[in-house]
C-alpha cells in the first residue's frame, strides 16, 4: 500500500468519526427531548402566552429552535393549534418549521458536508451536486410528505448533503403545509376529537401520506436513473 492511499484511507476514517460523532450526539439529542423530556414545552408555552401580541411571533422563533434540537414538531405544533386556533396557527406553525429546516441545515452543512463529501469521493460529491442542483428542491418537499420522516433529522442530512438553504426553507414551506394545518387543527381541536376540524385534519393526514409514500418511491427511482447518467462535464 502506497503512502498516498494510506493517507487516502485515513482521511476517509476521519470523515467517518466526525460523521458518527454527530450522528451520535443527534441521537442522543433526540432521546433526551424526545423520550426522556427533559423539556417541558407545555411550561414554554405558557410562558409565551403571557407576552399578549408578541405570542405568536416569540412561538415561532422559540418552537424554530426547540425543533432544530429535536423537540418533536406535532408537540409544537399542536400547542401553536391551542394558542392560536387553527387559522393563526397554521402560519405560526408553518413559519417555525421553516425557521427549524434553515436553521438544521445550516448546522448540517456546517458539521457534516466536508466528511460526507470526503466519504463519497469527488466524482460522486460532483453527480450529487449536480442532482442537488437540479431536483433538491422537490427532493425537500417529497420528504416532508412522507409519513413518519422526521423533519428536523432530515434537514440536519439535507443540510450534510449540500442542499441550499434555500431549497430547504422553499421546500419546507411547500411541503409542510398539509401537516402544519394537521397538527395545528389536532391542537387546537383537542378537547373534541369528534368535531369536523379534527376529522378534516385526519382527512388530510391520510391523502398526504398516500401521496408522500408514492413520490417518495417515484422520487428515489429519479434519482437513482440520474444519478447514473450524469457525468460531471455536463452539469450546467
Not at 411547500?174 to 395545528?184: D, E, H, M, N
Request: charge should be positive; hydrophobic fraction near 50%; aromatic fraction near 10%.
Amino acid at each position: 500500500m502506497t503512502d498516498h492511499d494510506d493517507s487516502s484511507l485515513t482521511s476517509r476514517w476521519r470523515h467517518g468519526a466526525r460523521l458518527a460523532a454527530c450522528i451520535v450526539f443527534l441521537l442522543g439529542m433526540f432521546y433526551l427531548v424526545a423520550v426522556a423530556r427533559v423539556i417541558d414545552t407545555n411550561g414554554i408555552r405558557d410562558m409565551i402566552a403571557e407576552t399578549g401580541p408578541a405570542a405568536p411571533f416569540v412561538y415561532a422563533v422559540v418552537s424554530a429552535l426547540l425543533g432544530a434540537i429535536l423537540v418533536p414538531g406535532p408537540i409544537l405544533a399542536a400547542g401553536s393549534g391551542l394558542l392560536f386556533g387553527p387559522l393563526a396557527g397554521t402560519f405560526v406553525t408553518l413559519g417555525a418549521t421553516v425557521g427549524t429546516a434553515t436553521v438544521s441545515s445550516f448546522l448540517g452543512r456546517r458539521a457534516g458536508r466536508e466528511s460526507a463529501r470526503g466519504l463519497i469521493g469527488a466524482d460522486r460529491a460532483e453527480r450529487l451536486d449536480a442532482q442537488i442542483e437540479r431536483r433538491g428542491l422537490w427532493a425537500v418537499v417529497g420528504q416532508r410528505f412522507v409519513p413518519g420522516a422526521p423533519d428536523a433529522l432530515s434537514s440536519y442530512l439535507f443540510g450534510a448533503l449540500g442542499v441550499p438553504l434555500w431549497q430547504m426553507a422553499t421546500g419546507a414551506f411547500i411541503g409542510s403545509a398539509p401537516r402544519a394545518f394537521v397538527y395545528t387543527a389536532l391542537g387546537a381541536s383537542i378537547g373534541d376529537l369528534s368535531a369536523p376540524l379534527a376529522y378534516t385534519a385526519i382527512t388530510v393526514w391520510c391523502i398526504t401520506a398516500i401521496i408522500g409514500a408514492f413520490a417518495a418511491h417515484r422520487t428515489w427511482r429519479t434519482w437513482r436513473r440520474h444519478g447514473e447518467e450524469v457525468d460531471p462535464a455536463t452539469k450546467p
